[in-house]
C-alpha cells in the first residue's frame, strides 16, 4: 500500500505528511491512533544503552522468526539491522504504509527505519480449475506475484525478457508486473498499457486482475483482455508479441492484446497432434456459432419464416406446442431464463453437491416444464444444446458474454424474422470489427483479411512449418 492510499485513510487522525517526531513514544502512539489500535498491533520497547526502540508491526502480517534474528538480535548486540541502512522513514504517511505491507518501523535514537520481516504465506502451485489439461504441464500460478514470475522464468528462458514493476493507484495501492519481451512486444501495446496502470486513479479496492480488466475495458460485453493461470500459456503468449500483467495477490495474469479467434484456443491444442487439435479448433468454431444464434434462428423459424422448415419438421414442431400457452419468443426467454438460474445455483453450491444440483434441477425442471405443457420438447432441446455450446468456448468470460449476445438476437428475430437476425448479426459483427484491442482489429484476421493468418488461426499447423515473427491473432504456439 502506498503513501498515496494511506493518505486517503487517515486524514482524520495525523498528517501523513507530517515528520516523525523525535520522541519515540509519541510516534509510536500516534501510530497506534491513527490504526485505530488493531488487536494485531505489536509496538514493543526495547532499550538499548541509551536509546529507547520502539518497534511497530502487524503480527498478522509479519513473521516472528525473522524479527528475531533480523531486529531484535542485532538491536541487542548493540548493532543495526543490515537492512535498516537505506530504508529510512521520515513522515507518518511512509511509517504507515510500510507496516500495512508487513514491515516492521523501528522508532528511536532521534531516527525511524524499516525493516522488511513480512510474512508472505504461500501455496504449492497447482493446476487451475477452470483450465485443466489431460496431457502437459499441471501448475498453475498462486497469489505471490513474484513466485508467478519465476514460474514464467522456467518457461522462458529468454534474455530478451523486460519485467517493468509499478504502482497502481487505488483504495488501496497495489504492486502490478508489466511483462513482455523487447523486439517482439508492440511499443503502442506496452506504451498504452502502462499508461494505463499509471494513470489510473479509483476509490475501489483491486484485489483481482478480473478488476484491473475493467481500467481498460470497462463496457466491453466481450473480453478485451485474455484472463489465465497457466504460466505455460503466459509464456507462449509473450512470443506471439503479446504482453502480461499479473497483480499482486492474484493468480491470474492478463494478456494483451486479445483478438476473438485466441479466445477459442485453448493451451492444450498445443499438447496435441495438429489434426486432433485442429478438428477440435473447427468445432469449438462451430459451437461459438450455435451460441449466439441457434435459439434466435428457431424463433425466426418457428414464428415468422416457417416456410424455412421441411414440412415434416414444421408439422412435428407444432404438435409439439399444441399445448403451450405462450408464444415461441416467450417460450425460449422462459427456457433460456431457466438454464440460467440452474447454472448459477450449481456455482453457488459448493464442491460436487453443485453438479449434481445442476444435473438434478436441469432434467426435473426440463421434464416437468415438458410434462406440464408450459414448454416444448424442441425448445427444450435447441436451448439445451445452444447452453452446452457456450461451455465448448475456452474462455469463461467469453461464454458468458456470447451468452449475453444471443438474447437481444432473440428478441429481433420474433419481431423481424431472419431478416432481423441477419442485421442483428451484422451489427454485431461490426462492433467486434470496430473494436481495437491495443493497436489491432478484435477480428483480426478477418479484419483486416488475411487468408495465410486466417489458416494459420483456424487450424493448428505443424510446429516444424511455422516460421517468421509471431503477429497477435496469429496462431504461432
Known amino acids: 500500500m502506498g503513501a498515496t492510499g494511506v493518505a486517503r485513510a487517515i486524514d482524520s487522525f495525523v498528517d501523513p505528511s507530517a515528520p516523525l517526531p523525535a520522541d519515540a513514544t509519541e510516534a509510536a502512539s500516534a501510530i497506534q491512533s491513527a490504526l485505530g489500535n488493531p488487536p494485531d498491533l505489536d509496538c514493543c520497547q526495547l532499550q538499548q544503552g541509551d536509546v529507547l526502540w520502539c518497534l511497530v508491526h502487524l503480527d498478522s502480517l509479519t513473521d516472528p522468526q525473522l524479527i528475531q534474528s533480523e531486529v531484535l538480535l542485532p538491536l541487542s548486540q548493540g548493532r543495526m539491522p543490515a537492512t535498516s541502512r537505506n ?3 521520515r513522515t507518518y504517511g511512509e511509517a504507515l504504509a510500510a507496516i500495512l505491507e508487513g514491515k516492521l518501523v523501528a522508532l528511536g535514537g532521534q531516527q525511524a527505519f524499516l525493516v522488511d520481516v513480512v510474512k508472505r504465506p504461500t501455496r504449492s502451485p497447482s493446476e487451475p480449475a477452470a483450465e485443466k489439461v489431460t496431457t502437459g504441464p499441471h501448475r498453475g500460478f498462486v497469489e505471490n506475484v513474484d513466485q508467478n514470475l519465476g514460474l514464467i522464468r522456467m518457461n522462458l528462458r529468454d534474455v530478451r525478457l523486460r519485467v517493468e514493476r509499478h504502482t497502481l493507484h487505488a483504495a488501496t495501492d497495489v504492486e502490478v508486473l508489466l511483462v513482455y519481451i523487447a523486439g517482439l512486444a508492440p ?3 506496452v506504451s498504452r498499457l502502462r499508461r494505463g496502470i499509471l494513470e489510473t486513479r479509483t476509490s475501489m479496492a483491486i484485489t483481482d486482475t478480473s478488476t ?3 481500467v481498460f475495458a470497462p463496457l466491453q460485453v466481450v473480453p478485451l483482455l485474455q484472463s489465465t493461470e497457466r504460466p505455460d500459456r503466459v509464456a507462449g503468449a509473450l512470443y506471439e508479441g503479446r504482453c502480461a500483467m499479473m497483480l499482486e495477490g492474484s493468480p491470474t495474469a492478463l494478456l494483451a492484446p486479445t483478438v476473438l ?3 477459442l484456443q485453448p493451451v492444450d491444442d498445443y499438447y496435441h497432434r495438429p489434426q486432433i487439435a485442429s478438428f477440435r479448433r473447427t468445432v469449438r468454431t462451430i459451437a461459438l456459432i450455435l451460441s449466439v444464434m441457434l435459439s434466435a434462428l428457431y424463433t425466426a423459424a418457428a414464428t415468422i419464416n416457417c416456410e424455412l422448415l421441411p414440412a415434416p419438421l414444421f408439422i412435428s414442431i407444432s404438435q409439439a406446442r399444441q399445448n403451450v400457452p405462450f408464444p415461441t419468443a416467450v ?7 431457466i438454464i440460467e438460474i440452474v447454472q448459477e445455483a450449481g456455482l453457488r453450491v459448493p464442491g460436487t453437491l453443485g453438479q449434481t444440483a445442476s444435473i438434478l434441477g436441469a432434467v426435473v425442471v426440463g421434464q416437468s416444464a415438458v410434462a406440464s405443457g408450459i414448454i416444448s420438447a424442441p425448445t427444450v432441446v435447441l436451448s439445451s444444446l445452444g447452453f452446452l455450446a457456450s461451455l465448448a468456448i ?3 468470460n467469453a461464454s458468458i458474454g456470447f451468452r449475453i449476445l444471443r438474447f437481444p438476437l432473440i428478441v429481433i428475430a420474433a419481431v423481424f424474422g431472419i431478416a432481423g437476425l441477419a442485421l442483428g448479426t451484422m451489427l454485431i459483427g461490426l462492433h467486434l470489427a470496430a473494436m481495437d484491442s491495443f493497436g489491432f482489429s478484435y477480428l483480426s484476421p478477418l479484419t483486416p483479411f488475411s487468408w495465410r493468418a486466417f489458416v494459420k488461426s483456424v487450424l493448428r ?3 516444424l512449418r511455422r516460421s517468421g515473427r509471431a503477429e497477435p491473432g496469429l496462431d504461432t504456439g
Not at 417460450?331 to 431464463?337: H, K, S
Open 331 to 337: 417460450e425460449i426467454f422462459l427456457m433460456e431464463g
Open 394 to 396: 475456452p474462455d469463461l
Open 461 to 463: 499447423l505443424p510446429l
Open 261 to 263: 479467434l485466441q479466445l
Open 187 to 189: 511499443a503502442e501495446t
Open 212 to 214: 484491473l480488466s475493467e
Open 87 to 89: 530504508a529510512q522513514v
